[in-house]
């Protein structure tokens, strides 16, 4: 196994010359990497240190989408240290030539909530849709809203529809991406009910293109006590594929369709199950 890490500046050239990174078999472990409980508490000592690097920097006024970026990527480094493949695809700059668009990710763990912004901001600044009650933990709230996050109960979906689109369109008119997860809650097993169409709805009131995104990150766990911080399985990959562009013209419903198909088909392709 190659001992050397993986850098951003490795990263973001793969990234913007192919539209995505595979872990090279040198880097891949001699054996099967294992569940391990050192690897969750390194997991989380990762996503802690992650987290107050920016509060750092948004304390010192220097928070911004590289600094994000720069952070966020080192949860995807973390998983190719812990052993797991990684493999992304799907990234090419021609997709976001013109302008902004509306991203829909499902939502299987905390991992892709950390990974996203280490992918889409090479392409395009984003405004992330989040739960309210992370907009309220000191400093990480700020340091969100700071960069056009856009903060939902969850609570009242007709409340959470009308605040999406008002402030989406305003941050897509800014020359920002919006991203969302339609489901809401992380899901071990797709549930296409429960994706719902706000992504399509949002992107046909702005009038710009929806762009899915699947991922497969089980490779983190749930965890039972703090569902941020599970167990962490390196024989399981990191998977992220975006998909192509879904133009605005063919309307909310069919662009919804779309980016639920595409996602649908991309974990039954990697052997993840759906219904």
Known sequence: MDNSRLTNEEFLKSLLET???????????????????????????????????????????????????RNAFRSVAFAERAGALVKIDGFDKSKFANGPVVFVMNHMSTLETMVAPAL????????????????????????????????????????DLKTVLTEGVKRIRDGKSVLLYPQGTRQAVFDHKRFNSLGAKL????GVPLVP????????QTGKLIRD????????????????PIPVE??????????????????????LETI
């Open 213 to 220: 995104i699947a991922v497969r990150t089980d490779i983190l």
């Open 203 to 206: 992107a046909e009131r702005a």
């Open 19 to 69: 539209g995505g990174y595979t872990t090279p078999d040198s880097r891949r472990p001699a054996r099967p990497p294992k569940a391990s409980i050192g690897e969750s508490f390194r997991y989380a000592a990762t996503i802690i240190g992650l987290v107050l690097r920016c509060v750092v920097r948004f304390v010192q006024r220097r928070f911004n989408y590289d600094v994000w970026q």
């Open 120 to 159: 889409i901001i090479p392409f395009s600044e984003i405004s992330i849709v989040l739960k309210e009650s992370l907009d309220r933990i000191p400093f990480v709230g700020k340091a969100a809203r700071s960069v056009g996050s856009i903060a939902v109960s969850r609570k009242n979906a007709r409340e």
């Open 250 to 271: 063919v309307g909310a419903r069919e662009m919804h369709e779309r980016s639920l198909k595409f996602i649908m088909e991309k974990l039954q392709e990697w052997g």
């Open 229 to 244: 911080f599970g167990a962490v399985d390196p024989s399981r990959p990191l998977l992220v594929s975006c998909g192509d």
